[in-house]
């Protein structure tokens, strides 16, 4: 048994930089079946209630390397990948121009999120008939409230586009700064219902991962598209960044509850309580800021450019 394992020890050392290469490089077949097996397996277990069999174990080891064979290939063909989608795209016109033209990109943008925005609420009322749950119905209004917003920015845009009228799209900052404030109170009302009904979002399996890596991604970005549209000085397109973030601190709000009901169970209602409250005391206190500053600016611009004007 000793003479076993020295040579493998031995047989290691010496081919060790080939064995890796085969075990993170291996063929794209082999990447698509250890991804299926190992988030097949791992949904399994969590559906059946195998957590602490030796089966979840084999299933954790198996996510785990499909995830690294995962991330080892896209780091080593992304930049390969990027620029060769990036070609493709720039030698659209509408490519080339959403990629150049920040003013049609946020155009672009602004009906994506609006689409978004109502999707959300068709599915949240439908959620509220069907379950018949209050819950559902302020999680529907919140959506409802967005989409106003953004419906009256896509509005502007297409009338008057952006960058032309300093005043009008000041005017229209100071109203979504306004409605922001009224959409504070809707999730006012979602984190008491979190509270005291313990209503809240579950996911199951993989798919609080997922939406915990999307989350965290979508509040990044809009922090980092807050700071870098101001140089474009265009309330239109501030407005809009920080509708979107103000959207994104309500995911990672929900992400909370999520994450507390699947892994601090054993914590308690009292810890769940305390965690919400803080959570979402510091959400509302960040919405409000931002509608205080969006009207307050917006009101002090407008009186300075009329000002000039006289």
Same mark, same amino acid.
């Given at each position: 048994?000793?003479e076993?394992?020295s040579g493998?020890?031995?047989y290691?050392?010496?081919?060790w930089?080939?064995?890796?290469?085969?075990?993170l490089y291996?063929p794209?077949w082999?990447?698509i079946?250890?991804?299926l097996?190992g988030?097949?397996?791992t949904?399994?277990?969590?559906?059946l209630?195998?957590?602490q069999?030796p089966i979840?174990a084999?299933a954790y080891?198996?996510t785990f390397y499909a995830?690294t064979?995962?991330i080892?290939?896209c780091?080593k063909?992304?930049?390969?990948?990027y620029?060769?989608?990036?070609d493709?795209?720039?030698?659209?016109?509408y490519?080339?121009?959403?990629?150049?033209?920040v003013?049609?990109r946020?155009?672009?943008? !602004?009906y =994506?999120?609006?689409?978004?925005s #109502?999707l959300?609420?068709?599915?949240? /009322?439908?959620?509220c008939?069907? $379950?018949?749950?209050?819950?559902?119905?302020?999680?529907a209004?919140y959506?409802a409230?967005?989409?106003?917003?953004r419906?009256?920015?896509?509005?502007?845009v297409?009338?008057?586009?952006i960058?032309t009228?300093?005043?009008s799209?000041h005017r229209?900052s100071? !109203?979504c =700064?306004?409605?922001?404030l009224t #959409?504070n109170?809707t999730?006012t009302? /979602?984190v008491l219902m979190?509270? $005291?009904?313990?209503k809240?979002?579950?996911y199951?399996?993989?798919?609080?991962?997922v939406?915990?890596?999307?989350?965290f991604?979508?509040?990044?970005?809009?922090?980092?598209?807050?700071?870098k549209f101001?140089?474009?000085?265009?309330?239109?397109?501030s407005?809009?960044?920080?509708?979107?973030l103000s959207?994104?601190?309500?995911s990672?709000?929900?992400?909370?509850?999520?994450?507390?009901?699947?892994?601090g169970?054993?914590?308690?209602p009292?810890?769940?309580?305390?965690?919400?409250?803080a959570?979402?005391a510091?959400?509302?206190?960040v919405?409000?800021?931002m509608?205080?500053?969006?009207?307050?600016?917006?009101?002090?611009?407008i009186?300075?450019?009329?000002?000039?004007e006289?």
């Amino acid at each position: 048994m000793k003479e076993f394992f020295s040579g493998i020890l031995a047989y290691w050392k010496k081919n060790w930089r080939r064995i890796l290469t085969v075990l993170l490089y291996p063929p794209v077949w082999v990447v698509i079946l250890a991804t299926l097996v190992g988030s097949g397996a791992t949904v399994a277990v969590f559906l059946l209630g195998w957590e602490q069999s030796p089966i979840a174990a084999v299933a954790y080891v198996g996510t785990f390397y499909a995830l690294t064979v995962v991330i080892v290939r896209c780091i080593k063909y992304f930049p390969r990948w990027y620029r060769s989608g990036k070609d493709k795209i720039n030698a659209n016109h509408y490519g080339n121009l959403f990629l150049s033209d920040v003013h049609f990109r946020t155009t672009v943008t !602004l009906y =994506g999120s609006l689409a978004i925005s #109502l999707l959300y609420v068709v599915m949240n /009322a439908f959620s509220c008939a069907y $379950y018949r749950t209050a819950w559902f119905g302020i999680l529907a209004g919140y959506y409802a409230i967005l989409a106003i917003m953004r419906f009256l920015l896509v509005r502007y845009v297409g009338r008057v586009g952006i960058g032309t009228d300093q005043i009008s799209e000041h005017r229209r900052s100071r !109203l979504c =700064g306004i409605i922001l404030l009224t #959409l504070n109170l809707t999730l006012t009302g /979602a984190v008491l219902m979190i509270l $005291y009904q313990d209503k809240g979002y579950e996911y199951n399996g993989m798919l609080i991962y997922v939406m915990a890596a999307y989350t965290f991604y979508i509040t990044t970005h809009s922090i980092i598209d807050i700071v870098k549209f101001r140089k474009y000085n265009s309330p239109v397109m501030s407005a809009t960044k920080r509708i979107n973030l103000s959207a994104a601190l309500v995911s990672m709000l929900a992400l909370e509850t999520a994450m507390i009901s699947q892994f601090g169970a054993e914590s308690g209602p009292e810890f769940r309580r305390i965690m919400v409250a803080a959570t979402g005391a510091g959400v509302s206190a960040v919405v409000i800021v931002m509608s205080v500053f969006m009207i307050v600016t917006a009101t002090r611009a407008i009186r300075k450019y009329k000002e000039k004007e006289r």
